[in-house]
């Protein structure tokens, strides 16, 4: 028999039970929607958190640091975690070091980390942030080189400074986008103004760094005697105008990974605060001694992290690169996935017994038709690949409905999640990816499935004898 005439047999057998033949491709349909969606969903937080270190290159950067700190024990209290720093000098970060760092092959840029934390002011509304130094030649780099509004800053000195949608938005300034184009109830009794980026080019923005003041340090003892004790501290006051405005990354590209102020590297290096960047400066007591706390290093591409990652080590500076954590994060991902994915089996393997019931009932409904076909000729091989045909059908059929299904409630779900993200975070984030390997094996899948199901009732239907089956009422 023709495959052709073995396919048009099999969908006359299930058109003949469109009823139950729908009913069986329904629980299909059902296992495969479930399947796609959670295993999309899973695949979709995956690539929304690793595209954004992707995105902004954060797999190309390695920190440096002068000697390295078990964290994990040195935060539980283990004082032995701390001694390597606080009883053995680290290897100082010069400048000189950093020219060594920049001579490696593939190392494109060397810079000192520099964040400490200021006071922004802008119209009169208030919020705090961690000021992240610079220099230049980041502007050529992602995400720098792609301002939402204005442009990187051209030299290491000067009065500009760069700001995130996310930190104007704490100043209770709402950019207009494609997605925000009016502000909501909330926004407006919050106090909110809903701006074009460009308006803030040029704003003047005031920033007030903590400094020691000897004069309250004098009286610091007879204060404390007194009861009136106060942190000897003031602020001083910096003026900056706003070059550029960062727009803040979608999905879970925050702007943390990054930074809500960037200003020059050479204007910071100038501006008068207090000692420590960072905890490295606490625990190596950088203001004893000279070097930076820490140093970025960037190469051109994620293939030289390694090589130069060795040759810093071999130096005996402590390096952090992200890529160290991305083999531990697909793990983590491909077990989510995983365990999604089961959920959607369990309701696929239901299907299947669905199939398999259907399928008995066939052949006891047409246990004389089956002995008809033996007796001019039909062998068991055709009798079975008949059955076999048709639980394919019902597996592609349910393949094909299932993915359409999986694919409208990711939108479903995707636009009910957003009308939150939009309310509260101005942008939209997609939770679920359905790439082309998830359609086609979730469609295979669903065939597999279905022959698999259809195994015990095909052999049932070619055991059939054609004597007793002829004489079947």
Do not use: C
Request: proline share 4%; glycine share 10%; charged share 20%.
């Amino acid at each position: 028999m023709k495959p052709d005439e073995l396919a048009r047999i099999a969908l006359e057998n299930l058109w003949r039970t469109k009823l139950r033949t729908v009913l069986t491709t329904m629980g299909v349909i059902i296992g495969i929607g479930a399947l796609v969606s959670m295993v999309s969903f899973g695949i979709g937080t995956q690539k929304n958190v690793t595209s954004a270190f992707y995105e902004n290159d954060l797999f190309t950067s390695m920190f440096v640091t002068p000697v390295e700190i078990d964290v994990n024990r040195a935060i539980s209290g283990d004082v032995e975690a701390l001694a390597g720093v606080l009883y053995k000098p680290p290897s100082p970060l010069t400048d000189s070091t950093l020219s060594e760092f920049q001579a490696f092959p593939g190392v494109e840029i060397v810079f000192p980390e520099i964040r400490f934390p200021v006071k922004l002011s802008l119209n009169g509304n208030e919020t705090q942030t961690n000021l992240r130094a610079l220099p230049a030649g980041m502007g050529k780099y992602k995400p720098y080189n792609d301002l939402m509004a204005g442009h990187f800053f051209e030299a290491d000195t000067g009065r500009s400074i760069i700001l995130s949608q996310e930190l104007l938005r704490q100043m209770k300034v709402l950019l207009k986008t494609k997605q925000l184009r009016h502000r909501t109830p909330e926004d407006s009794l919050r106090g909110m103004r809903l701006v074009e980026p460009d308006s803030l080019l040029g704003r003047l923005v005031t920033i007030g760094t903590s400094v020691v003041d000897l004069e309250q340090m004098t009286g610091l003892p007879m204060m404390f005697m007194q009861g009136r004790m106060r942190v000897p501290f003031r602020e001083i006051e910096h003026h900056f105008h706003i070059a550029g405005i960062q727009e803040t990354g979608q999905g879970f590209d925050r702007p943390s990974m990054i930074s809500g102020a960037v200003i020059p590297m050479g204007t910071a290096e100038s501006l008068p605060r207090t000692g420590f960047n960072n905890i490295w400066d606490v625990l190596s007591g950088k203001h004893d001694r000279e070097g930076y706390s820490s140093v970025v290093v960037r190469v051109n591409h994620v293939n030289h992290v390694e090589a130069v990652q060795d040759s810093i080590e071999t130096m005996g500076y402590s390096v952090f690169s992200i890529m160290d954590q991305l083999s531990d994060m697909k793990k983590g991902f491909l077990i989510f996935d995983m365990g999604l994915g089961a959920v959607g089996t369990i309701a696929l393997i239901v299907a299947a017994l669905g199939i398999i019931n259907t399928m008995v009932m066939s052949i006891l409904e047409r246990t004389r038709e089956i002995g008809i076909m033996k007796a001019i000729g039909g062998s068991e091989a055709e009798i079975r690949t008949i059955f076999f045909v048709e639980a394919g059908m019902i597996g592609l059929m349910g393949g094909l409905f299932g993915l359409a299904l999986g694919w409208l409630v990711t939108k479903i779900a995707n636009a009910v999640a957003n009308v939150y993200f939009i309310r509260e975070i101005g942008f939209t984030v997609h939770f679920f990816y359905i790439p082309l390997w998830l359609v086609l094996g979730a469609i295979a899948f669903s065939v597999v499935v279905s022959l698999l199901a259809g195994i015990y009732p095909a052999a049932r239907a070619a055991a059939v004898n054609p004597v007793d089956a002829l004489r079947h009422d």
